[in-house]
């Protein structure tokens, strides 16, 4: 399978990629390239693709599977001090970027003896014959906010086996995503789109309202982003500029107060939350309606993907997982077994499966441990709380205390006055009565916004 294959096979030529202004027709591409007619010097090769926008990249991606050898799909927050990294872990040979990206990223100064292609995704007039000449190795990046991010390499076949179970809708759908195409999350989107669907993308630094409104007038009937990107557009006053018939929920826990929002927000829709990543894959989703998933799941040995509770953390183990990380010194991405650990805790309840946090997350208090979702998802139940963020603060006597800083309905970001003390002694008071006592939060602070990163997830100092 290829992606040329995939949007030019029966019913899949309705695909429409729109950023901004822009709208491209991804059948357009059978008679003229992106790439200004230098497609078969990149044949056989290591490309990094590197652009500002990722409505470039994804017209990229469809020209270059089946004829690169290898494709390092860079994300945008990609440090330059991490590209001689990248390119000598790849093993890259060739990099197709924009002038935005080369100058930002400072490739030039890591290239030896290789080819560089600028492009700026306007489509040239060409004789083309697209023929797939290897099965492409794909090369996504983990978005960790300290280090080298790892290089975890899949295939096409990995990257859509989720898709593929399922045929094309029969009408049309216009997608869209709060995630970027250049992360598992987009990507798999980006995927799906591709199989007859208009896919609206956001554009970089455009606002969130702006992002919206502009979804609303393209008809969004899908879109998927993480807990964090849905809470932001539900504070931002435009979530109601579009009615969609799907939304989809991914990448962080979504605990039972964001999915009643959207509920709330989305009456017709059907919410549905899934958990995957990077390096295992799809692992599953879930549609009715509450946090955490059937215990059930658990139980269906041999199906693909398989679940695994190991040591108390989501193990996965299917056809799309990925392959391996690049690197010399890499580490080992599966168990002996073939299971992916996801790092992700999780507790059972009555038959469900919670997610509680990661297992680097925790905070140690005094020798015992918290995770901070866990006690998020206590505060966010409060119905005046939009989000909240709760991290470590070193102490002298217990090692660390939890803090937690809180995004009220209402701008309380000052902390004075009767009304935010009130709110300040409900939040503390729900907190000492569903937790432990060493997972109270010590301080609690009211601010405007939390800082999410480029993935769209809160922004931890441990991610």
């Not at 890591?110 to 083309?128: K, M, N, W, Y």
């Not at 549905?272 to 599953?284: C, L, M, V, Y």
């Not at 701008?411 to 009565?433: F, K, N, P, W, Y």
Request: charged share 20%; hydrophobic share 40%; aromatic share 4%.
């Amino acid at each position: 399978m290829w992606l040329w294959g995939i949007s030019t096979s029966s019913g899949s030529r309705r695909c429409v990629l729109r950023a901004g202004g822009a709208a491209v027709a991804v059948a357009e591409l059978s008679h003229a390239s992106t790439l200004g007619g230098h497609l078969e010097d990149l044949r056989g090769r290591a490309v990094l693709l590197a652009t500002r926008e990722q409505w470039l990249t994804a017209l990229a991606l469809i020209e270059l599977d089946g004829v690169a050898r290898r494709i390092v799909v860079c994300p945008p927050d990609l440090a330059p001090t991490h590209v001689p990294a990248v390119i000598r872990d790849a093993e890259t040979d060739a990099i197709v970027c924009d002038a935005l990206s080369l100058e930002r990223l400072a490739v030039h100064a890591h290239i030896t003896e290789q080819r560089v292609l600028l492009t700026d995704g306007t489509l040239a007039v060409c004789h083309l014959e697209r023929r797939q000449s290897q099965d492409t190795e794909w090369v996504l990046l983990t978005s960790g906010t300290t280090g080298v991010p790892k290089l975890v390499l899949h295939t096409c076949d990995s990257l859509t086996n989720a898709l593929t179970r399922t045929p094309p809708p029969a009408t049309t759908s216009v997608w869209s995503t709060f995630y970027d195409i250049r992360r598992y999350g987009g990507l798999q989107i980006f995927l799906r789109a591709l199989r007859s669907a208009t896919l609206v993308l956001s554009t970089s630094a455009e606002p969130v309202v702006e992002f919206l409104s502009r979804a609303g007038a393209a008809g969004v009937t899908h879109i998927s982003g993480t807990p964090s990107h849905w809470r932001r557009a539900l504070m931002s006053g435009g979530a109601g500029s579009m009615s969609p018939v799907y939304v989809r929920l991914s990448g962080e826990i979504a605990d039972q107060p964001i999915l009643d929002s959207l509920h709330s927000a989305y009456p017709r829709a059907r919410i549905e939350h899934a958990f995957a990543s990077t390096e295992a894959g799809f692992g599953f989703a879930v549609d009715d309606g509450k946090a955490g998933f059937p215990a059930r799941l658990l139980l269906q040995t041999g199906g693909d993907p398989e679940l695994r509770i190991i040591g108390g953390a989501l193990h996965i183990r299917g056809s799309g997982t990925a392959m391996r990380y690049l690197g010399e010194r890499a580490p080992d991405l599966r168990t002996s077994a073939g299971f992916v650990d996801t790092g992700d805790r999780l507790e059972l309840r009555e038959g469900r499966y919670y997610f509680i946090g990661r297992s680097g997350g925790v905070i140690n208090v005094g020798g015992l441990k918290v995770h901070p979702e866990e006690v998020e998802a206590v505060i966010n139940s409060h119905p005046r709380v939009r989000m909240s963020l709760v991290r470590a603060r070193r102490s002298p006597i217990t090692g660390a205390v939890v803090i937690a800083d809180v995004v009220p309905t209402d701008d309380m970001s000052a902390g004075s006055g009767a009304a935010a003390a009130v709110l300040l002694g409900e939040i503390r008071h729900l907190c000492q009565r569903s937790l432990a006592a060493h997972k109270v939060p010590a301080t609690i602070r009211f601010v405007t916004k939390l800082e999410m990163s480029v993935s769209g997830k809160l922004a931890r100092s441990n991610a």
